[in-house]
DNA sequence: AAAATGCAAATTGTCGACAATTCTTAATAT
DNA sequence: ATATTAAGAATTGTCGACAATTTGCATTTT
């Protein structure tokens, strides 16, 4: 489960970038931070030169911002932040919802189901760590039903890993498992029955709403900090 | 006109990066061709690490594909790879359109009234080189309009050098002058009645038409080469 | 003749050192 | 005391050399 695109390190650099990645994600590195090249390279035990490469990655990323001649630092979390990456989110996964309904072949259709019955179980059972395995899953096949490339790349590689960040630092286990799993199935019928244009609305719903709960969770721990 | 984002060469890999950038999008350095690090360090007079930091922020653009201890190409402009693209930039574009319509200011939605106007003027008057320049601008300034920093850099430093890759390359100065203009047109003015959802249902079509525009003109290209 | 193997050449990946820029801090001037 | 300047330290940018991997070609093998 979840073992889509395996990407393996095959260079020395790919090992800093995953690790570095891992680490900014789940705030080991804090977010705004400044990430010094000789620091890195030495608790990495590598040379400059691929932490170098590995920052000028995650840049790409948009996980960490670069200015020239002075450093890279973690980005910042701010509700701004959030709410132009859900808009952005938005956008995109409402259009893969909509080729999600085009080009998803039947036995991935029915695939999708399947992953909704057994997730629909473990909600009845109490075990809700639903939240975020569970809905990466369920929205990471949608973007992979959409047969588009770029489009696919862009989601995966980029913007996901910073809302996965964004996810793991405002500790979401929230109170929305159950009414996500419920806008999930109605998604996933709209699929199911080839209708790209309420795929497209109903996807695009869902993440407003999921927007709109991560954006209280944030203006909440904002203000007791 | 068209003076936004003077993204200026601060450093050696800058200059480099807008070089070769320049090169691929106008088609001096061939689409799918490999890019030999060696000769590039010599063509440009620096060293093989600033090639290769240029050739890593060409491949966050996609505009080359890099894979490890083997090298890195230019992308090859292909019909499918050109709806993917379009298929994209509906998404963002749309989306830009309807931020537009909310968070432009007054004086920006008149500057974008006069570019019309006066781009009327000129396809009047058949200088229509309206296609590139002018439809670029007008694109420029919804997005900009979106107010979504990170929807800008995408759509601005990223996507569009594709774009205009896939334009310049297929030679653009197609027949849909005016058409397009018209387009341009009702999206200005639901943009000005601030109306964000007609202003992004309309900038959908407009990037259909657009791409069913371009995809024609690839496939006869294709045809007789 | 076709396929497999092994060596040589070329290319990419990694490293440490040097150059250029920015930041810090202390001294000086107003 | 504040602001300015200048020297020093620290950090980033660039370079050339070496290591690891891939590619091309010749040889061998079936």
Known sequence: MMSFLDEQAVTSSDKAFFRMRKEIVEGEIAAGSKLSEME??????VSRAVVREAINRLESCHLV?????????VVTLTPEGLMELYQIREALEGMAARLAAQYMTEG?????????????DEVKNQHSYYQEAGDLDFHYRIILGSKNASLISMLVNGLYHLVRMY???LGM???RVTTAFDEHKHIVRAISNRDPELAEILMRRHIQYSKN??????ASNQSHI
């Open 40 to 45: 890195l390279s030495t608790k990495y035990e």
């Open 65 to 73: 911002e670069r200015k020239a001649n002075v450093g890279a630092r």
């Open 108 to 120: 991935e259709v029915q695939d999708l189901e399947g992953l909704l019955s057994s997730q629909f």
């Open 167 to 169: 996810r793991v630092q």
């Open 173 to 175: 286990a929230g109170p």
């Open 213 to 218: 709960n991560i954006a209280a969770k944030l």
